[in-house]
């Protein structure tokens, strides 16, 4: 199986090179594609107007180019360009901090796998909590390959991912993995008010992201009880007529 392996964190970050050892040590194939620099909550933007420079970054096993440009790019690039054979699937992560719940519309990670899903791939995002310790993060790097391995060889819509959210729990005191539906609960976050002597008024966004307790059932509410959590996602539809109905819309 290639690889094609990318995240928001850029590349070098710990949690994409615990993949890329993770996919050699089952014999997988890796061209890893990643930013240049830090590139959290691009979502799924993407560069019309500048150069995208793809450097050479040094892997032990397989290729690596870190690109000046957001995580949409990378994957562009890294399918249509610098792979230098077909990419059987892309895997975004493993991203420091969750991306479950509203977090996945703000998400590079995420959008950088849904750019594969657009390019007719099989595709990850994957991500665990932002204390997660590097046994933790090797722990999941493992899980998402051999997820990846039965994950490929399913059928799947263009526009749906799969992304898989781990809690900062040990391996051994994890609980098994369970699909679940996006949180929807927000943000409680604010921003302060200051002044700059020279060019007036602006706002600084508030550490912390508080956010509104977790639906019941959804994935960041089995994140919090120390699940593994699963979610196919993707381009919203009324599934079916009843539902477009239900609208009232005329």
């Given at each position: 199986?290639?690889?094609?392996?990318?995240?928001d964190?850029?590349a070098?970050?710990?949690?994409i090179?615990?993949l890329?050892?993770?996919?050699?040590r089952?014999?997988?194939?890796?061209?890893?594609?990643?930013?240049?620099?830090?590139?959290?909550?691009?979502g799924?933007?993407?560069?019309?107007?500048e150069?995208?420079f793809?450097?050479?970054?040094?892997l032990?096993h397989g290729?690596?180019?870190?690109?000046?440009?957001?995580?949409?790019?990378?994957?562009?690039i890294g399918v249509?360009?610098?792979?230098?054979?077909p990419?059987?699937?892309v895997?975004?992560g493993?991203n420091?901090?969750?991306?479950?719940g509203?977090?996945?519309?703000y998400?590079?990670?995420v959008g950088a796998?849904m750019e594969?899903?657009f390019h007719?791939?099989h595709?990850?995002a994957?991500?665990?909590?932002?204390?997660?310790?590097?046994e933790?993060?090797?722990?999941?790097?493992d899980y998402?390959?051999?997820v990846?391995?039965?994950?490929?060889?399913?059928p799947?819509?263009?526009?749906?991912?799969?992304?898989i959210?781990a809690?900062?729990?040990e391996p051994?005191?994890?609980?098994?993995?369970?699909y679940?539906?996006?949180?929807t609960?927000?943000y409680?976050?604010?921003?302060?008010k200051?002044t700059?002597?020279?060019?007036?008024d602006y706002?600084?966004?508030?550490?912390g992201s508080?956010i509104?307790?977790?639906?019941?059932?959804s994935?960041?509410?089995?994140?919090?009880?120390?699940h593994?959590?699963?979610t196919v996602m993707g381009?919203y539809?009324?599934d079916?007529?009843?539902?477009?109905?239900?609208l009232?819309i005329?």
């Amino acid at each position: 199986m290639h690889i094609l392996l990318t995240n928001d964190d850029g590349a070098g970050a710990k949690g994409i090179m615990a993949l890329v050892r993770a996919a050699v040590r089952r014999g997988h194939e890796v061209t890893m594609c990643a930013p240049r620099h830090q590139q959290s909550a691009a979502g799924h933007r993407f560069t019309l107007s500048e150069p995208l420079f793809a450097n050479d970054y040094p892997l032990e096993h397989g290729k690596g180019y870190a690109v000046a440009g957001a995580p949409a790019d990378c994957v562009r690039i890294g399918v249509q360009k610098v792979a230098e054979k077909p990419v059987d699937i892309v895997i975004s992560g493993i991203n420091e901090g969750y991306n479950a719940g509203i977090a996945t519309h703000y998400s590079g990670t995420v959008g950088a796998a849904m750019e594969g899903a657009f390019h007719n791939l099989h595709a990850i995002a994957v991500s665990i909590h932002h204390k997660a310790t590097q046994e933790m993060i090797d722990h999941l790097a493992d899980y998402t390959i051999r997820v990846a391995e039965q994950y490929v060889q399913k059928p799947h819509k263009r526009t749906t991912i799969l992304n898989i959210n781990a809690p900062c729990v040990e391996p051994s005191q994890l609980k098994e993995p369970v699909y679940a539906p996006l949180d929807t609960a927000f943000y409680l976050d604010s921003y302060e008010k200051r002044t700059s002597p020279r060019a007036g008024d602006y706002y600084w966004l508030e550490s912390g992201s508080p956010i509104e307790p977790a639906d019941e059932g959804s994935d960041n509410w089995y994140l919090e009880r120390g699940h593994i959590t699963l979610t196919v996602m993707g381009n919203y539809t009324c599934d079916t007529r009843a539902e477009w109905e239900a609208l009232g819309i005329k």
